[in-house]
């Protein structure tokens, strides 16, 4: 077990900066998911700290050890690959004492520690098959079982689950984590689901274009983004966000999304956002309901007549698609009753909880997170 | 049968005949070795007047070494083969996944020795092999066999593991594994493929090569040698040379058959990705 620690860390492919002076502390035994869209450097990153890719600038220490400079088999840790990379020529039970027999093991304990791994993943009936012969979520857990056997300071996962069907993902998380909690070690862990990150991390790292964004619990997250970007990437659907101007109206600061729409600055932003600056209010499709269908909730509320553009049923909810000054807005309809497209309804808006971000900056108008 | 889907019949023609073509010498040789000399010379393809002897089976082993040469073919040959076959992986390994200083300016000219033809080496690899004394060695075949493959051998390898997954070769470092160990352990038992189908052209190409074991053995001479030994100045010796001949092709089409299922095989992996 232990802390890793990215210091000032750097990557670049020939003249290309792809990670700009990352900053990170993971605690001993944390479940860190970095997650962003594709090609944002999370994955470069994982495979920085695994060794597999060098390091260009800054260091990365796992307990105290600064490992930057050394090659993966010097750094205890495991990694479980997107398509698994499990060996094809060897048995399932090859394959988990591969990387026990590299190290010298005896025999004995390599199958000792290979029967128990095998055990805590249900692999204990597949040992002599050949990972050809293996169901995709079967192949995943002898990925698993092939890092859980060698005991490492951390585990590395990078997006082990994007092979699987909707279904066994779900699975797999809740194993994964079950994992975690039985085995106790860090874990860094990368995805570009939101809904995993969501689901499985201690705390989240958003990336975007090689630059942390924002660390943070998952609730933290979605209840406080620093920024327009982390706003609309985490939580399903994402965020509505609407570019507004400050003003005021009646002596109380206001956001003027357009003549006939015009909104109160949320209750502790008041003495934060200045006079005619560039805002965009941001809202979840949950705090936006058509009156009657709402959650309850503190605070002002403000009562909006819309036109449904489109309508997603989804059993216990549905997602209402309006236009406010021609552009989509999501809401998102509790117990819900049969509508139809372009009917006018009245939503009410829990303004206190709504975001203010600087429209050039996309920075939170509160102090960040 | 539906119309659409009967074969047309002009390449089932074409190939028969192109077939023909080959299969009709070797008819002729095997009937060759079977009859007396003097009803050859009149003619291998005549009927009229055939006598089924044995003779010709006899008298080429007593008369010429060929045992002899047999094993000298199949030492030169094997170990030749054997000898890209362990070399070639290794090469296409290290272009494949190692990054070194001029690895593309290597990779470049190791190709290129491909166009290099053996006529060009035979002055200065003859004074070599007679200065170190290996003149009469079979060596100083199978070190220029095996060199000259090279050139097409890692590049017929490196291609290959061009679809290798790169993250079995990570998940090997992981696991603890060196570049050596990663090679022998993961890579090799994956890459049969490319293995045996250097083996089998290395194989056949030697067993056939006739000028450097001509200029380089004196009398560990191959069976391809010997051929050209056995045909006289004065006696044609038709009959024993058709049996020589057999004897030479007999060992290659065997290697081929046995192995050309490796060719079949396909370069697919399966390291788990759903195919």
Partial sequence: MATIALQNLVKRFGATEVLHSIDLNVEDGEFIVFVGPSGCGKSTTLRMIAGLESVSGGHILIGDRDVSKLVPRERNISMVFQDYALYPHMSVRKNLGFGLKVAGTPRAEIDRKVGEAAEILGLSPLLERKPRQLSGGQRQRVAMGRAIVRSPDVYLFDEPLSNLDAKLRTQMRAEIKKLHRRVGNTVIYVTHDQVEAMTMADRIVVMRDGNIEQVGKPEALYARPNNTFVATFIGSPPMNLIRGTVGSKDGVPVVAVSDNLVLPVPEDLVDRATQNQSVDLGFRPDICSPVGHELSSDGRKVTLSLTIDHIETLGAETMLTTLVDGKPVLSKMFNPRSVSRNDNLDFVLAVDQCHLFDADTGQTLRDPA | ?275
């Fill in chain 2, 1 to 275: 049968m539906n119309e659409i889907y009967r074969p047309p019949l002009w390449p089932f023609l074409v190939i028969g005949f192109v077939s023909l073509i080959w299969i009709i010498p070797l008819f002729g040789i095997v009937a060759i070795s079977l009859r007396p000399e003097s009803e050859t010379l009149q003619g291998w393809w005549r009927i009229d007047e055939f006598t089924l002897t044995f003779d010709a089976w006899r008298k080429v082993w007593i008369n010429y070494p060929l045992w002899d040469a047999f094993v000298n073919s199949v030492l030169i040959a094997g170990l030749s083969a054997l000898g890209s076959v362990l070399l070639a992986p290794m090469g296409g390994y290290c272009y494949q996944f190692l990054n070194f200083p001029g690895r593309r300016l290597t990779f470049l000219l190791l190709v290129n020795a491909f166009v290099i033809p053996n006529q060009v080496l035979i002055i200065p690899l003859f004074t070599l092999w007679r200065e170190v004394g290996l003149i009469d060695n079979i060596f100083s075949v199978i070190i220029p066999f095996v060199a000259l493959s090279m050139a097409w051998a890692v590049f017929l390898v490196k291609n290959y593991l061009t679809d290798f997954p790169r993250s079995l070769i990570e998940a090997a470092q992981i696991d603890g594994c060196g570049h050596i160990r990663t090679f022998f352990s993961v890579v090799l038992p994956n890459a049969l493929t490319p293995m045996a189908a250097v083996g089998i052209l290395q194989f056949m190409w030697t067993w056939n090569s006739l000028l450097l074991p001509m200029l380089f053995l004196r009398e560990n001479i191959p069976l391809p040698v010997l051929l050209t030994k056995i045909k006289g100045t004065y006696e044609p010796n038709w009959d024993q040379v058709a049996v020589a001949t057999i004897i030479t092709t007999i060992v290659p089409l065997a290697v081929f058959l046995y192995f050309q299922k490796y060719f079949a095989a396909g370069a697919s992996n399966q390291s788990g990705q759903k195919g």
